[in-house]
């Protein structure tokens, strides 16, 4: 198991489309992974779950991935997300 803690950096927060982008990227890999903000933790690769944060800009949010490809799916998560700022 992988955890990481960053910041996001995206004046829009994670709007649907990045929160689209995002799910997709995830689902690529074998590993269970969540996504953590304000202590709601929720899948990942599920569009409604990541919606239902509403992360904000300048948000802290938490990434944990399980599995056989943990850590590169972190690794390519998070290259994901700096991409949106």
Not at 12 to 39: H, K, M, P
Not at 48 to 60: F, K, Q, T, Y
Not at 65 to 84: P, R
């Amino acid at each position: 198991m992988v955890l990481k803690t960053i910041q996001l950096k995206r004046n829009a927060g994670l709007d649907s489309r990045a929160i689209n982008q995002l799910v997709q990227v995830t689902s690529q890999f074998e590993s269970d992974i969540y996504l953590t903000y304000n202590g709601h933790k929720v899948n990942c690769k599920s569009i409604m779950g990541v919606l239902s944060l509403a992360i904000p800009n300048n948000a802290e949010i938490s990434l944990e991935a399980s599995g056989s490809d943990d850590c590169e799916a972190l690794k390519k998560i998070i290259e994901t997300i700096e991409s949106f700022s």
